[in-house]
Nanobody, 121 residues
Framework: QVQLVESGGGLVQAGGSLRLSCAAFGTIFRINDMGWYRQAPGNQRELVAIIASDGTTVYADSLKGRFTISRDNAKKMLYLQTNSLKPEDTAVYYC???????????????WGKGTLVTVSS
């Protein structure tokens, strides 16, 4: 069993900030890539940012300079610092991780249930 649990979402005014967290639990041998995706009503799920186990990052072009992804490998935690939030950032934010559960098995994708971020104007 592997479980990802997001937290930190909420209601903020435009221009504000939130720090989202994701904790990984369960049978985990190694976590490879981790990331954040988001989905607004009527839209498809889209990439926010990805961070590899060595710290390499990839961001959606429109979010560069406003959002920062980070991870703590020892604590099995993932974070997303969101700054200068805009109403169009309103969405459910999902945590993603590529997890190898044992030394003898291949990695597979896991997803959290999401945390809602609402940005008002």
């Amino acid at each position: 069993q592997v479980q990802l649990v997001e937290s930190g979402g909420g209601l903020v005014q435009a221009g504000g900030s939130l720090r989202l967290s994701c904790a990984a639990f369960g049978t985990i041998f190694r976590i490879n890539d981790m990331g954040w995706y988001r989905q607004a009503p009527g839209n498809q799920r889209e990439l926010v940012a990805i961070i590899a186990s060595d710290g390499t990052t990839v961001y959606a072009d429109s979010l560069k300079g406003r959002f920062t992804i980070s991870r703590d490998n020892a604590k099995k935690m993932l974070y997303l610092q969101t700054n200068s939030l805009k109403p169009e950032d309103t969405a459910v934010y999902y945590c993603y991780a590529l997890v190898q559960t044992t030394i003898a098995t291949k990695g597979r994708d896991y997803w959290g249930k999401g945390t809602l971020v609402t940005v008002s104007s």
